[in-house]
Structures are given as structure tokens and as C-alpha cells.
């Protein structure tokens, strides 16, 4: 079973502040990603990291930032929160090949 | 055209009977095929794999793929209430960084006792 981890699992926040978002895997994966899914649609690439100092922009325009200093950590960044970032915010990573991705347990934000 | 197209549904099947899921994709240079399921508020869990022509089973789960057609199905013997969740086929891409997924929208899939 994976284990990747995200915290907080759920958060409520008003507009302008600033938020982080955790993930940890200890599977040792070199690849990590960020969706994005509203409730009922489909799931959204928002950001990517294939390794250590490496991260790419998904096909979705999201004002978050991402870092990858660790294998393990790839935390998402809001620097000032709006309503618009309300939004369940799923993490993956996966294995090296053509391996399939495997999810944590995801954050829900609401922006008030 | 999407990608990854799914029909939405609901799709409704009675408590025992075989539940059918397809999966159509455009790129022909996809070469690896996932099937996840989602319940509502939930992560996706994956539950299928698959990457080659023709059927992998596992259990109940039995995966279906025609490259020629680029089509991908999903069928679930004697399903299940708990069976009922959103279905969400992938298709990827090995790129020079890794494999890159395209999901589909989901097929909801409703089991009636």
C-alpha cells in the first residue's frame, strides 16, 4: 500500500493568508505531482516534480508554488488565499517506468 | 476531443450482475492504462493496471485493452453496494522525466440492491 501523507486534511482559511500544504512519501519516489479537483469534476495537474530541485507547471494555471529540496516533501504554497483557491488538493507520486500514481488522502481548502 | 473520454453515467446495475466500464483515448502514444476508483470526498485509489493488449483479471476486477481501437474497459463480476464510486480511467505517457497521465472525467457507477 502507498504510503504518502498529507496534512492538514482538511482547512478553512480567510482570504489573504498565506497557506502550506504538506506532502511526505516514504517510498523513496523520484516523482511527486499536485492535482486539483472541485467536488464532482475531474482531477487537474497543477504542478510536478520528476526529482530533487526539479518541478514543472501541469497543464491547469494555478497561482500555488511548489518546491522539491527533499525526495520526500513537495509542499504546495498559497501566498495569499482567495475563494477561488476553495478546492479539494490531491498529492501523487510514483515509481520509475511507467508505474501508475498513487494518492494521498488529500486536503480540502475553503477560502472564506 | 478530450483525451481520455469517458461517458459520465450514473450507471446503474443490480446487486450481483456484471458491471461494465469503457474507456476511449486519442493518443496513440499512450502505453500504459489505469483504472482508479474515487468514492465521494475521497482520494483515488487505484485498482487496476494495465499494459498490454488484451484481459488482466484480478478477483472481481477484470481489465480489457485494445490498443488497436484505443479503448479500455473495466468489468466488475457479482458487483457490489460498496462497489458504488466514481470509475476514473488514465492513460499514460513515458516522457524523458516519467509517466505522464491523462484521467478521464469518471463514470459513476451506482449499485442497486
Known amino acids: 500500500e502507498a504510503d504518502i501523507y498529507q496534512t492538514p486534511r482538511y482547512l478553512v482559511i480567510g482570504t489573504g493568508k498565506k497557506i502550506t500544504l504538506e506532502c511526505s512519501q516514504t517510498?523513496?519516489?523520484?516523482?511527486m505531482y499536485w492535482y486539483q479537483q472541485d467536488p464532482g469534476m475531474e482531477l487537474h495537474l497543477i504542478h510536478y516534480?520528476?526529482?530533487?530541485?526539479?518541478?514543472e507547471k501541469g497543464d491547469l494555471s494555478s497561482e500555488s508554488t511548489v518546491s522539491r529540496i527533499r525526495t520526500e516533501h513537495f509542499p504546495l504554497t498559497l501566498e495569499s488565499a482567495r475563494p477561488s483557491h476553495t478546492s479539494q488538493y490531491l498529492c501523487?507520486?510514483?515509481?520509475?517506468?511507467?508505474?501508475?500514481?498513487?494518492f494521498g488522502n488529500g486536503t480540502r481548502l475553503t477560502v472564506t | 476531443q478530450k483525451e481520455v473520454e469517458q461517458n459520465s453515467g450514473p450507471l446503474s446495475v443490480p446487486e450481483g450482475a456484471i458491471a461494465s466500464l469503457n474507456c476511449t483515448y486519442s493518443?496513440?502514444?499512450?502505453?500504459?492504462f489505469f483504472w482508479y476508483r474515487q468514492y465521494s470526498g475521497k482520494s483515488p485509489e487505484l485498482i487496476m493496471s494495465?499494459?498490454?493488449?488484451g484481459d488482466k483479471e484480478d478477483g472481481r476486477f477484470t481489465a480489457q485493452l485494445n490498443k488497436a481501437s484505443q479503448y479500455v474497459s473495466l468489468l466488475i463480476r457479482d458487483s457490489q453496494p460498496s462497489d458504488s464510486a466514481t470509475y476514473l480511467c488514465?492513460?499514460?505517457?513515458?516522457?524523458?522525466?516519467?509517466?505522464?497521465?491523462?484521467f478521464g472525467t469518471g463514470t459513476q457507477l451506482k449499485v442497486e440492491l
Open positions: 501523487a507520486s510514483s515509481g520509475q517506468g511507467n508505474s501508475p500514481l498513487h
Open positions: 517510498m523513496g519516489h523520484d516523482k
Open positions: 516534480s520528476y526529482g530533487v530541485n526539479s518541478t
Open positions: 493518443d496513440r502514444g499512450s502505453q500504459s
Open positions: 494495465i499494459y498490454s493488449n
Open positions: 488514465a492513460g499514460g505517457i513515458l516522457t524523458g522525466g516519467g509517466n505522464k497521465l491523462t
